[in-house]
């Protein structure tokens, strides 16, 4: 999906990125390793948490925005932990 920012009343800098968080990684410091790990900042747009069955679930939307190398590297660590991942718009 793209150009999002009317639906979000933001311009993306970056990718804009949702993640789900299913058990443990919900209350994991992913978001900020992902800020040390690589040179990328997220802006966080949106999260929510709850519990599904018992287990903690929850939703971010961030705006991962650096250089695209480093950004493709953010992504695939996130995919790496098991996260499913869903790009909405990117920015080259």
Known sequence: RENTSA?????PRGDLV???FIGQPAGE????????RFQV????????I????GRPFGTMVIDL???EAERRKALDYIHSLGLPVEVLSHVQ
């Open 18 to 20: 949702r993640i789900l």
């Open 7 to 11: 639906e979000w009343g933001y311009e």
């Open 29 to 36: 410091p992913i978001i900020s390793s992902l800020v040390r």
């Open 65 to 67: 925005i650096g250089d």
């Open 41 to 48: 900042e997220a802006n966080i747009l949106q999260g929510d």
């Open 50 to 53: 709850g519990h599904l069955q």
